[in-house]
């Protein structure tokens, strides 16, 4: 059985729904996989402001106390509409909390993922060690364009930057492979990875094994369609260990 190391795990609170940790566990122990990187669910909620980011954060953080073996590194959250106020959250993410980086969806937010305010986000970021930023990208948004992600990746090339959910549609994947070709520090996740052609093949031949990460959305999800294209796809068994545990391993640090 092979170990499955997935960036792409939310638990938190959307629109009145809980998304909790024992739903998470209980896909990634159906779909057989192993240990998960940890983000609140994007679409939280926000009557309290910053205090409301707080609040999602403060959860990852127990998390990771709580379930050592299975969530292993998590990803914090702030708004870029909250403005400076929200700055200093992104110290403490980093700091008295001890996460490993950030995760966005600036389809979510309203704001350009290039935004200025975005660009204070990473600048504070920088200065911790092996930042990783999880941000979704999307061909169509006007707000999270693949090209937004390579102009902030340009800027701060001590960023690992995480383009996530890279390749839901044709364009996209194509626009995906070409950025993390282009630029050492974007990497793709596959989660939601379109099901047309070869995508995971045609990701190896463009940008190469190194530059995947498994990825599954948990917890929209009940399956894992991204594993079932892996295990399909004309690879060998080490480009497979690559997307499933090693490459996230040494960008996590474990």
């Known amino acids: 059985m092979r170990q499955i190391l997935d960036v792409h795990v939310h638990i938190g609170s959307d629109r009145g729904r809980e998304y909790t940790a024992a739903d998470a566990l209980r896909r990634m122990d159906a779909m057989g996989i192993e240990k998960a990187v940890i983000s609140p669910v994007l679409s939280y909620p926000l009557p309290l402001g910053v205090q409301s980011s707080r609040e999602e954060n403060d959860r990852i953080a127990r998390l990771l106390r ?19 106020a929200a700055v200093p959250e992104v110290d403490r993410i980093f700091g008295e909390l001890g996460l490993h980086g950030l995760a966005f969806s600036s389809d979510l937010t309203g704001l350009t993922f290039d935004n200025p305010m975005m660009l204070r986000f990473m600048q504070r970021a920088a200065c911790y060690k092996n930042p990783v930023v ?113 490459n996230a391993a040494r960008i996590f640090g474990l």
């Open 134 to 246: 999880l941000a979704h990208t999307s061909q169509y948004s006007v707000l999270e364009a693949p090209y937004m992600l390579r102009k902030v990746a340009e800027q701060f090339p001590e960023i690992t930057f995480i383009n996530a959910s890279a390749m839901k549609d044709t364009t996209h994947s194509n626009c995906s492979r070409y950025l993390a070709a282009s630029l050492p520090n974007v990497y793709l996740d596959i989660a939601n990875i379109h099901p047309l052609m070869t995508p995971v093949e045609w990701a190896i031949r463009d940008c190469g094994a190194e530059k995947l990460l498994f990825g599954s959305d948990i917890p929209f999800c009940e399956f894992s369609a991204e594993q079932a294209m892996v295990e399909a796809a004309e690879i060998t068994g080490g480009q497979k260990e690559k997307i499933y545990w090693s």
């Open 66 to 84: 709580e379930y050592p073996d299975r969530f292993v590194r998590g990803l914090g959250v702030v708004d870029p509409r909250h403005g400076e």
